[in-house]
């Protein structure tokens, strides 16, 4: 009789066989055969991204009892998924090491401690990755890029500034709605009571007052009118894709990434810390002005030039 972890290899080593196969046939572009990407002029090797995708898609097709179900994608978008974190990490530990530099930060060091952690890592593999250690799936190699990432940030992020704004924001459906709440405001209405009454963003439980905010968290409508140079500081409605909304900038500050809370979210309902967010805006930043070019089709479309931004 087949034993659960006799079916489990099997499951894992089919996908793998499937990714493989799928790969080879993702790839478009003249340098596409030796280059997944090229990012401000240094190459991401087919291998490496190969290495790193097929090690996410792997890991996607483990029970792990600690994960619900529904949080863990299957199938195609598995593999989309795989292919995609595969490709960003990569991409954004080239971006990382170039402002790495800038700063000024010991990336021998950062080297070094990697190696460390990886040594650490792999003394004590969790039971439910052992498939992977043994399909030769989750390698050192395979795994250096993640943790490399994870230190890289690490330590940049000990210097590195982003900006930082106060706002006030209330969302609501239509003009009309905006424009009676921007009255009632300049009549002094109270901020949390017309937000706990009518808005309808994340915002709304804090009253519109979002005390810590990055760019690329509101809509792109929003966010170009309170990260300039020279921000409005009055009641302002600005049409976005998440409907009309009365904005207020209170303040907005360079401030270093590291030194922001890694556990408080910026929203109630936020599932990530504030640092985090921060980090997430930083890389975000970085891709948008950064020279990238992609050879591999990771969204799997089929004419293969529709996989949009990998921000």
């Not at 954004?92 to 790495?100: M, S, V």
């Amino acid at each position: 009789m087949q034993t659960r972890v006799q079916s489990r290899y099997r499951a894992i080593f089919a996908g793998i066989v499937a990714f493989a196969v799928i790969m080879l046939s993702a790839c478009s572009g003249p340098a596409a055969s030796t280059s997944a990407a090229l990012v401000d002029s240094q190459n991401i090797t087919m291998q490496d991204y190969q290495n790193l995708a097929k090690l996410y898609y792997a890991a996607s097709l483990i029970n792990d009892p600690t994960v619900q179900s529904w949080q863990v994608p299957s199938g195609r978008s598995a593999l989309v998924t795989a292919q995609k974190t595969a490709l960003r990490i990569l991409v954004d530990n080239i971006l990382l090491e170039h402002d790495a530099r800038q700063y000024k930060v010991d990336l021998s060091a950062v080297h070094s401690q990697t190696e460390t952690s990886l040594q650490t890592i792999f003394k004590s593999i969790p039971a439910q990755l052992q498939p992977l250690v043994d399909q030769k799936v989750l390698t050192m190699d395979s795994f250096r890029p993640l943790v490399y990432q994870q230190n890289l940030e690490t330590a940049v992020y000990k210097v590195a500034q982003i900006q930082q704004a106060h706002v006030k924001i209330i969302t609501v459906t239509t003009q009309q709605q905006a424009e009676t709440i921007l009255q009632q405001l300049q009549k002094g209405g109270s901020w949390n009571d017309l937000a706990a009454i009518n808005s309808i963003d994340p915002a709304k439980p804090l009253g519109g007052d979002i005390a810590t905010l990055f760019p690329g968290i509101l809509p792109p409508e929003v966010d170009a009118k309170i990260f300039v140079a020279h921000p409005d500081t009055n009641l302002q409605i600005v049409k976005s894709t998440a409907g009309y909304s009365v904005v207020q900038v209170i303040d907005i500050q360079p401030v270093k990434i590291g030194d922001l809370s890694a556990s408080a979210g910026i929203f109630p309902s936020s599932t990530v810390s504030i640092r985090d967010s921060a980090g997430q805006s930083y890389l975000r930043t970085l891709i948008a002005n950064g020279s990238i070019s992609v050879y591999v089709n990771w969204c799997d479309d089929p004419a293969g030039n529709s996989c949009g931004t990998l921000a």
